[in-house]
């Protein structure tokens, strides 16, 4: 059995952290972790403790840091070749501009993270950044294009709960009295 390293038992201990809700004390773990990573070589999970930061920062509303590691975790996987992670990380930037309310550049993102997971195949992770981004385009005032997307993302989620299938099929009725295509 293999022996945890330093980074992965700080790794561990910033996520039970994050799930606790300790947020400053998790951004500490997860800093640690990739300064440790980092010295290793494994660029990839430093840049994911990047990635952890990220949205860490934007939790305790440290909007500059959050969006510093998130861009750095970004150019490392896009860097790297690592697609699915990249697009994680440019979903986590589109929330957290659309936090700060810049709606047009979150949907960017957003639509970038879409196209990338469409691209490796992971259905679950595009219908689910495709309903955030047409949350993002409602917000921003694209009520149709909006609907139709969050209706896209619905449509390929490999398992919708059952909230999410009352919405689908209210969205049809919609599309289908308003005569909107399908």
Known sequence: MEERTDAEALKAEGLRLFEEGLYEEAAERFGQA???FAAEGNLAEAAEMLNNLGVTYRMLHQWDQARTALEEAQRT??????????A???GNLGGLLATKGDRL????????????FAELGDRQREGETLIALGIQMWKAGDRRGGLQTYREGLQILENPNPQQRFILRLLGWLFWLLRWPV
């Open 105 to 116: 550049r979150a949907q960017e993102y957003l639509r970038r993270a879409a196209d990338i």
């Open 88 to 90: 994680q990380t440019l």
């Open 77 to 86: 996987f896009a860097r790297l070749g690592d697609r699915s992670r990249e």
């Open 34 to 36: 990739q300064e440790l």
